[in-house]
């Protein structure tokens, strides 16, 4: 099992930045890719962003690119997402996710709000 617990959510002016960060543990050392995915009220749950380990590769949501910039620490246990040009179409709940050969799992969520 993987546990994934976020934190950084909240409310933002238009313009305004955030920073999210979903810390992963349990039988993590199995992972192939981590990431960020966000679903807003009456809207299917999209991909925002995410790396896959075994190449380094970091992938962006067309809706984000060039304002959101994820990151992760040494240990590769904790995955950051910066937003910056916040705009009110990113509100949305947001998920951390991770896959790998355990499965596939989802944070509980948190709530990004950004007021026009």
């Known amino acids: 099992q993987v546990q994934l617990v976020e934190s950084g959510g909240g409310l933002a002016q238009a313009g305004g930045s955030l920073r999210l960060s979903c810390a992963a543990s349990?039988?993590?050392?199995?992972?192939?890719?981590m990431g960020w995915y966000r679903q807003a009220p009456g809207k299917e749950r999209e991909f925002v962003a995410g790396?896959?380990?075994?190449?380094?590769?970091?992938s962006y949501g067309d809706s984000v690119k060039d304002r959101f910039t994820i990151s992760t620490s040494n240990a590769k246990n904790t995955v950051y997402l910066q937003m910056n040009s916040l705009k009110p179409d990113d509100t949305a709940i947001y998920y951390c996710?991770?896959?790998?050969?355990?499965?596939?799992?989802w944070g509980q969520g948190t709530q990004v709000t950004v007021s026009s």
């Open positions: 996710n991770w896959y790998g050969f355990g499965g596939n799992f």
């Open positions: 349990g039988r993590i050392f199995s992972s192939y890719s």
């Open positions: 790396i896959t380990w075994s190449d380094g590769i970091i």
